[in-house]
C-alpha cells in the first residue's frame, strides 16, 4: 500500500505574501489527494538531530534554531523566510522523508512525501532557494547509514538544479544523484561537467521551452540506462512539479501526462532493481491548479504500479 506521509505543521511555515512557497501548496496537494481512499496516511515525525549530523554539521543546525523568529519573519537571503512555525515545520519534513525511508524499506511498496519547506537547494552550510535542511540527502544517508544499503539512487526532476542535494553527497560513493533541470536558470549550477568526488553525480540540462519530448528522450538516453547499470537498492524522488508549463517560475513545459510517463517508467526500473521501493518527496511546484494535478497523478501511478 502507497503510504502518504504529511503533518499540520507545515501549514505553519509562512512566508510573506505573494511568495510562490506557501502553505496554499500543501493545502491544494491533500484536496487533490483526499478522494484516494488506498492512501495509508500518517504523520511526518520530527527529524534527529542525528539523523541531520549525517549531512549537515552541527553549526548549520544551530544557525537554522537561532534565525527562528519568535514572532514576524525573518530573512534568510533573498528567497528563503522563517517565521515562528517554520524550524518545526522543517523538522517535520526531514522526519517525514526519513520515516518514509524507514516504512519502505521495513514493510516494502512506496510513499510520498507531502510536506514543507522543500529541502534539494539546502547546503550543508547554507539554507537557500526555499530550503532549510537537506530532506532528500538525510534520507539517503538514513538508508545506508541505518538499514545497510549498499546503493541508493536519488532522480530529481524538479526543475531546478539540485544544488544542496549535490553538494551534501558529493563525496559519498554510495549515492546516485541524477538531476534533471532547466539550464540557464536558478541556481546556475548543474553543469555535466559536475560529477561529485567518485563519478555519482549526474546532470541532465534541459534547456528552456524543450517541452516533454525533449524530456524523454534525455531520459531515455541518459538517465535510464545510468539506473538500470547502477541496480539501486532503493529509489529515492526528488518531486518537484514546477516544469509543469502552467508553472510561473520556468519554462519546461512538461505536462501532466509527461510526469505520469516518467513515474511510471521509474517505477518499472524500481520494479527490476529494488523491489518496486521509491521514496518520493515533494520539492517545487507553484500553480497551484498545476501541482495539485501533477501530485495526484504521481500518486496514482504510485498506486497503481503497488497494486501490481
Request: proline share 6%; glycine share 8%; charged share 20%.
Amino acid at each position: 500500500m502507497t503510504v502518504l506521509f504529511t503533518h499540520p505543521s507545515s501549514l505553519d511555515h509562512a512566508t510573506p505574501e505573494g511568495h510562490p512557497e506557501r502553505a496554499a501548496r500543501v493545502e491544494a496537494i491533500l484536496k487533490a489527494l483526499a478522494p484516494f481512499d488506498t492512501l495509508n496516511r500518517k504523520d511526518a515525525p520530527e527529524v534527529t538531530d542525528a539523523a541531520l549530523l549525517r549531512v549537515h554539521p552541527q553549526r548549520h543546525i544551530d544557525a537554522i534554531t537561532a534565525a527562528s523568529p519568535v514572532s514576524g519573519l525573518a530573512q534568510l537571503d533573498a528567497d528563503t523566510w522563517m517565521s515562528p512555525g517554520s524550524l518545526r515545520a522543517a523538522r517535520h519534513a526531514a522526519g517525514g522523508a526519513i520515516a518514509a525511508v524507514d516504512e519502505v524499506l521495513s514493510n516494502g511498496g512506496n510513499a510520498f512525501v507531502a510536506m514543507r519547506p522543500p529541502g534539494h537547494h539546502a547546503e550543508k552550510t547554507t539554507p537557500m532557494g526555499f530550503c532549510l535542511f537537506g530532506n532528500v540527502a538525510a534520507a539517503a544517508k538514513h538508508a545506508l547509514d541505518m538499514h545497510g544499503l549498499a546503493r541508493v539512487a536519488i532522480v530529481d526532476f524538479d526543475v531546478h538544479h539540485g544544488n544542496g542535494t549535490q553538494d551534501l553527497l558529493w563525496d559519498e560513493e554510495r549515492v546516485l544523484f541524477i538531476s534533471s533541470h532547466q539550464m540557464p536558470l536558478w541556481p546556475g549550477t548543474g553543469d555535466v561537467e559536475e560529477r561529485g568526488a567518485h563519478g555519482n553525480i549526474m546532470n541532465v540540462p534541459l534547456p528552456p521551452e524543450s517541452g516533454g519530448a525533449q524530456m524523454r528522450e534525455a531520459y531515455e538516453s541518459k538517465v535510464f540506462p545510468a539506473l538500470e547499470a547502477y541496480r539501486p537498492d532503493l529509489l529515492i524522488l526528488s518531486a518537484g512539479f514546477d516544469a509543469h508549463k502552467d508553472d510561473p517560475l520556468a519554462n519546461l513545459n512538461w505536462t501532466t501526462a509527461d510526469f505520469v510517463w516518467l513515474t511510471q517508467a521509474l517505477c518499472d526500473i524500481a520494479a527490476r532493481h529494488c523491489e518496486g521501493r521509491i521514496v518520493s518527496i515533494l520539492e517545487g511546484g507553484y500553480d497551484l491548479d498545476a501541482l495539485a494535478e501533477a501530485v495526484a497523478a504521481h500518486v496514482n501511478v504510485l498506486i497503481e504500479k503497488e497494486k501490481r
